[in-house]
């Protein structure tokens, strides 16, 4: 069974070929057969391997499938082979049946745009891409998959490229991303040079054995590698293109930008995890670069009246949450965190892609209101959604992967009270603005008339992610047991805390969220627009509806310089030389072409002319 | 015996006439006279070089010449024919339409 590894990405990317090339001549009932097919063809597959792999896992945990020889040039190989492990395993199984699920959910919520088979090969070839970086073996394959993704989420972003505003929006999430894959470029770079291999597995075996705790390489090599994690996961300070990411379809922004790329980074650092560990203040830096993204995008969340928007900043702060896990050695955490993460946020997203349709695209969330009565499926599934993101006590998914980093976070070697305290904190805030959203939208006077009601095709998915949302957190024992066959277990460095009371805590912070937001938006509206008409409180509004001013910061510090040379260089200073060459040239040749004058007379005596020079020249010289 | 001296300033006279008939005249066929002047100068100069040391190559030369210009001379005067056909005209400065 493990065999079939390969036709996982294989049959996504066959399915892009297939729409990229015959997509436009499909009727629009075969671009989905085609679409959805392949995807469940692969999420099939994924989940047979996965029986597979855990009634017989192989030998070391770990199974390499090698297809052919990439590159071989001199010390340099390169193989497309995959690498199966626990890790990459739970990886590619949420990754294919998310995927699954929000294909299925796009054939409805696309139908009638013209360009659905362009969409539909797009989320294929993204599928194919995240696959391939998931199961790549070494880390010149999973660079392929990263920019394969990357190159998806920017095509995806401006996929109504007709409006200027999404094909900005496309190209700032690539060229911010792009920072961090150059930092991760040249981080692989440095690993070549000083260990000589790519392969994951090598690589980490090579590191561990030269490099000591701390040594330079170590932490050069880990912090360029967060680099590229920080730019491709959206954190601190790279986040800046993931609001504006939402320009791009509902299903892409919850496949691509909530559930599986963004969670890239996460997965690179589990990948390298023994880098990490070698660069103890790396490691740090990632839970202090988590933990700080987690808060600063919560209070971001709380001031969006953009419904995506305050989706995307959570999904900002939960990816925080899961570097503040790595970052404190929690590796199953994280993974466990992206797994429901992926769940909840993917639901979240679709419920707000179905209120979105009802109400005739309309993603101002003070226009909505009241859709409790009027969309009760989708009221009930972003509920669901909404209390796994905050952290609903005992029911939901989200609390028990939350609660798991919290309670590692206060026990950790590397993190404290002081880095527990500021993720219940991110609880609060959370919760906050998750009800925020959800009793705005879906309680008070009706706003905005119901024009259309979600089908089938689109609640179903849905309400399977919901179950996931509930059910995917229930038991996590035998989960964080099989990722420990491919990463290291937790290491309970204080033994201060007990989990019960970190619990109770998260609980509290939860129900204090919940109780703020609905004082101030249901139970006494009028409070938020006293704290608007306060110069101080409309100035902090308008600071955290700019995230923090970063986008100003940016625009001032790197966006206008390079404009302004660009405007500057417009004629091409070194241009103008090749210019100056071919118009000297011009200028001889019309001077020359003056001496053509057609009378014989002038040529005889040129000739003559000519002789008496050649002939003085040979007689005097 | 030739004087040389007299011999090569007499052929180079005779040259420069021709080579002004050349530059001044605007009837072809007075051009392609003055080209004979000229052929015919280098051919008296070949002469004079031949008797002064007494090898037969400059007559031998002169006889080339001779014949070279009787080949140039006939396919001279078919072109002035047939410019004269086309523009009843031999003035070369008329005829001026391939020009820069």
Redesign the interface.
Known sequence: MLQLLWLVPAVPFAGALMLAIFGPRMRSKVVAVVGVGTIAVSAVISLLIAGAFLSAPPAAGADTQVLWTWIDVGSFHSAIAFYLDALSLVMVVVVTFVSFLIHLYSTEFMRGDEGYSRFFAYMNLFVASMVTLLLADNLLLLYLGWEGVGLCSYLLIGFWYQDPANGRAGRKAFIVTRVGDTAMAVGLFLLFHRLGTLRIQDLMHAAQSQWPIGSPYAIAAAALLLGGAVGKSAQLPLQTWLPDAMAGPTPTSALIHAATMVTAGVYLIARTHVLFELAPPVQLAVAVVGTATLLMAGFSALTQNDIKRVLAYSTISQIGYMFLALGVGAWGAAIFHFMTHAFFKALLFLAAGIVIEALHHEHNIFRMGGLRKELPVAFWIFLIGGCALAGLPLITAGFYSKDLILWSTANSAAGGMGLWAAGIAGVVLTSLYTFRLIFLVFFGPAATPVTRRPGRAMVIPACVLAFLSIAGGFDRAPFTAFMSTALPGFRDARGGVAEAASSTAAGFAFLAGLLAAWYAYLRNPALGRAAGRNPAGRLLHQFWFSDWGMDWLYDRLFVRPVVWMAAANKADIIDSIYDGLARMAALCHRF??????????WY??WI?GGSAVVVAIVMFL | MLPIREGFILSGILFTLG?IG???R?NLVF?LMSIEVMLNAAGLAFVVAGTRWRQPDGQVVFLFILAMAAAEVSVGLALVLELYHQYKSLD??A??????
């Open positions: 020359l072409s003056l001496t053509e004058t057609g009378k014989l007379r005889a005596a003559a | 080579l050349v530059l001044v605007r051009a070369t400065d005829i001026s339409r391939m020009r820069g």
